[in-house]
């Protein structure tokens, strides 16, 4: 058996005492820098890069693994907590972790997002160890047309999460697009709206603007709605190590499914460079959210709807290790951090980089297993201490919030214009909130405008501006058809409904 | 969240005391007065002093580098600094840090805002070119002492592995004869990845559709993906693809072959004399600074690039070591500078 000897050679890389112990002090600093707002794992891994240059490459490799993980761990804790997200990927998960924590249910909504990562990320390298080369293949057949179909499927599946009000919900989706066009324009090289500033020329990034629109936007509603004078315990309702702090069994029972769709959903979107694991969160979420027998649930705490983008964005982070293990392709901003580690270290990437170096590939791929259940029993550890931390008194967190936020924003990449976006932001999604407008909608059309915008003029150059390349290549004509059938199936279902209704109604 | 706010505490002491466990790392500390104090001294009062004695170097070096860590630059300023440090080159410390943005507007932007300051100090790259020309970042190269240019980056044209031509003529024929036009990849708008292609396209009488990515991962995946026809790499970054038989090397951009792709014919053993256009790898002072500095930074710099790392570093990132020192390394800004000027306006990226 290749993938038991495959493993085997691993385990033996990885499971040495040194070696653990780099992953669990990995898994413990990522989990610190993923806690402050901002930092999710592209930041913590390139912060945290120098420190693994003195180590040899495999015991590095081993250590960053940990940091990935654990950034995203802690990352989510934020995204439940504070409502304020640390990276694109999680933020699907404030829509339903916020509300849970806000009901006093923060305990097992933490329990939960841990498990739900865990298997995520397990099922990620179980996927990767037995079908890398199946999924290497699937990868290399992406290019710029296959993206931008996936773009468009991903911007269809916004429309679920935008809320009660869908035509707000779009208003929002084009406020964040506007924000997007800020900055250079990759085809023709041309700046459009920097205002002469040489910070804006690479845009406006989307950490501030997350940072603000949730983080800032949910204390300042808070304070509007006077919950700062409240006592801790009725804000945030917390039961320490009692009834009502683990999960209860209809929390397991429910989303057992939803965590296997999601990991298996996150992994295959996030093995496509580039498309990675916001939008495989996205789609988790709206596909749970479809499938839900109480869909208006959604948005108000459903367990389901925090377990499904978890699981989904620790598998895709999973899958994104395989277009760089096989194809030396990287997939998103932490592998390519990751890439440039490799370099550094004097490793090729590259299609000959797991048959020339084994040992370093499958002890990378086995120390994320490792890291993923170290990151388990701490979280599962430190859990308490972070719930007993909403038990301060609201007045008195506040400050300290506004700190993180500020601290995160701009030690990101020292911008002092980045942290005027983020409070701007702030006050910005204060009233979005007042007035039902969607900031989740906001984000992730910034993430996934550009995309969509780059992909397909990409497309259009390499064809000569002809649209037929949309149906010659078979993946973008199956994604083509999937995006058709998203849109038009709920027109059709609405007419038989009335038609049925109608004919009732003419019955009776 | 008190616990929480603690926590961070601890971990920025834990990381300082790990940061000063590791070389890299501990160039980043950044003892906030000192740069400061260099800053705010007057030129003028600094020139008289280096006339009355030349003491150099009395301070703390700062290093600016225009882009993020991990990256080609950062890589480049790193090894120097490295250098300088192990063969006790500069005797006070070396302060490294990334300011990234703009394509190096931000980074190379600080530097112009510390004009006659003998202690400030970058690297440059292509966009030390580029940058000014398409983004009127209110410098160009003419703002800066040049000290050296220490290597140069060429690319490399590749295909896939498994596309029907083999060597760059029976590419250049392909795209004579076929209808649809050849679409070539490269990163960026505004670059000497789609100079190049441009270049070549000009001389050999063909016609090309440039189209523009992000990343290198953005790029190769196109590639491979059958979706555009060919693309300009960076040699290290396309080495492993092209042992493992995924990409083809057709020519590469350099005045003479790199020992890691002997087989490689350059473009202009192939006739086309143009296609070659190195990106300045060089080192730059901040403008109007003392001749004396000048001149030490060159005599240091040439001891840097005797050394036995830094020609490991050419090696492993696959660059051609070409040395050219003070207005030699000016002359030769000017005239790439003017290339690129050309160029862009021809293919109408910048107005004139």
New interface residues.
């Given amino acids: 058996m290749d993938l038991l000897s495959n493993l085997a050679l691993g385990f033996s890389v990885a499971v040495t005492p040194l070696n653990l112990l780099f992953v669990t002090v990995g898994a413990f600093?990522g989990m610190?820098?993923g806690?402050?707002p901002g930092f999710g794992p592209s930041a913590g891994i390139?912060?945290?890069?120098?420190?693994t240059?003195?180590l040899d490459p495999t015991s590095a490799i081993i250590m960053l693994a940990g940091i990935y993980y654990g950034s995203m761990y802690g990352g989510t804790i934020t995204s439940i907590l504070i409502n304020t997200p640390g990276e694109s990927a999680t933020v699907a998960s404030t829509l339903d972790g916020y509300p849970l924590a806000r009901q006093g249910r923060a305990g097992p909504a933490l329990v939960m997002q841990a498990i739900a990562s865990f298997v995520g990320g397990t099922v990620g390298v179980i996927l990767i160890c037995s079908l890398a080369p199946w999924f290497a293949k699937v990868?290399?057949?992406?290019?710029?047309?296959?993206y931008f179909m996936l773009v468009v499927l991903g911007l269809l599946m916004l429309t679920v999460m935008m809320g009660e009000n869908q035509r707000y919900g779009i208003v929002s989706a084009l406020f964040g697009f506007a924000i997007a066009m800020v900055g250079?324009?990759?085809?023709?090289?041309q700046?459009r709206f920097t205002f002469g500033s040489?910070?804006?020329?690479?845009g406006i990034d989307f950490i501030p603007v997350a940072i603000g629109l949730f983080g800032i936007g949910e204390l300042l509603s808070c304070v509007y709605e006077g919950n700062h004078r409240e006592k801790p315990q009725d804000m945030m309702k917390v039961k320490m190590f009692g009834k009502g702090f683990w999960p209860n069994a209809v929390d397991y029972i429910e989303t057992k499914w939803t965590m296997f769709r999601g990991s298996v959903l996150g992994f295959v979107v996030g093995v496509l460079?580039?498309a990675g694991a916001t939008i495989a969160s996205l789609m988790s979420y709206s596909l749970e959210k479809k499938m839900s027998k109480t869909p208006e649930k959604f948005g108000k705490g459903a367990m389901a709807g925090l377990v499904a983008p978890e699981a989904a964005n620790n598998a895709a982070s999973s899958g994104a290790m395989i277009?760089l293990l096989t194809?030396?392709?990287?997939?998103s901003g932490s592998t390519?951090?990751l890439?440039?580690?490799f370099?550094?270290w004097?490793l090729?990437?590259?299609?000959?980089?797991m048959i020339e170096h084994p040992e370093f590939s499958w002890g990378l791929i086995t120390s994320m297993y490792m890291g993923n259940i170290v990151l388990l029993l701490v979280n599962i550890v430190a859990i308490p201490?972070?719930v007993?931390?909403?038990q301060?008194p609201y007045k008195?967190?506040l400050p300290?919030?506004v700190?993180?936020c500020v601290i995160g924003t701009y030690s990101l990449?020292?911008?002092i214009i980045e942290t005027w976006i983020m409070l701007i932001c702030g006050v910005l999604g204060f009233f979005m909130k007042l007035y039902g407008y969607s900031p989740a909608a906001t984000v992730l059309a910034l993430v996934l405008g550009p995309m969509a915008e780059?992909t397909l003029r990409?497309?259009l150059?390499?064809?000569?501006g002809s649209f037929s390349v949309f149906v010659q290549r078979p993946v973008t004509l199956s994604l083509l058809i999937i995006v058709l059938i998203a849109i038009v199936f709920p027109i059709i279902m609405r007419i038989i409904n009335k038609s049925r209704k109608n004919n009732r109604d003419i019955v009776a | 969240m008190k616990k929480l706010f603690s926590m961070s505490v601890a971990l920025i002491l834990l990381l300082a005391v790990t940061a000063c466990g590791s070389k890299p790392a501990a160039n980043d500390a950044k003892p906030a007065d000192q740069p400061q104090q260099a800053a705010t001294q007057p030129a003028a009062e600094k020139k008289e002093e280096q006339k009355a004695e030349f003491n150099y170097p009395e301070k703390n070096l700062n290093w600016t580098i225009a882009f993020g860590p991990g990256g080609g630059n950062d890589i480049m300023s790193r090894t120097i600094i490295d250098i300088l440090k192990k063969h006790d080159l500069y005797s006070k410390d070396i302060i490294a840090e990334n300011r990234q943005g703009g394509s190096g507007a931000v980074g190379w932007g600080y530097l112009n805002s510390h004009k006659g300051d003998p202690y400030q100090i970058s690297s440059t790259s292509g966009s030390f070119i580029t940058t000014p020309l398409v983004s009127d970042p209110g410098f160009n190269y003419e703002s800066f002492t040049p000290v050296a240019l220490m290597a140069t980056d060429d690319m490399v044209l590749v295909v896939k592995g498994d596309a029907p031509y083999n060597t760059l003529e029976e590419f250049i024929e392909a795209a004579k004869t076929r209808d649809k036009k050849m679409a070539i990849g490269g990163i960026g708008a505004v670059n000497v990845d789609a100079i190049l292609p441009w270049l070549l396209a000009k001389e050999a009488g063909f016609e090309i559709e440039y189209v523009p990515f992000q990343g290198d991962g953005e790029n190769t995946s196109a590639l491979l993906s059958n979706s555009i026809d060919a693309m300009m790499a960076n040699p290290a970054e396309a080495l492993g693809q092209i042992q493992a038989g995924q990409m083809k090397p057709l020519a590469f951009s350099g005045q003479v072959r790199i020992p890691q792709l002997p087989d490689v014919p350059t473009f202009i053993e192939k006739g086309y004399k143009s296609v070659t256009l190195p990106m300045p790898r060089g080192v730059v002072l901040a403008g109007d600074v003392p001749k004396e500095v000048q001149d030490w930074w060159v005599d240091t710099m040439k001891k840097v690039t005797e050394t036995e790392e830094w020609k490991k570093y050419i090696n492993d990132n696959s660059l051609t070591e070409y040395l050219l020192f003070g207005d030699d390394f000016t002359k030769y800004l000017e005239e790439t500078n003017k290339v690129f000027r050309d160029v862009l306006i021809e293919t109408g990226a910048l107005k004139q």
């Fill in positions: 600093i610190l820098v806690v402050i390139a912060i945290l890069l120098p420190i240059l003195s990868a290399m057949s992406f290019g710029p047309s296959e250079v324009d990759v085809v023709s090289g700046q040489a910070e804006l020329i690479n460079p580039g277009p194809l030396g392709i990287p997939g390519a951090v890439l440039g580690a370099l550094m004097g090729q990437p590259g299609p000959l980089l201490i972070f007993k931390a909403l301060v008195l967190l300290v919030i700190v993180l990449h020292g911008s780059n990409q497309t150059i390499a064809s000569s």
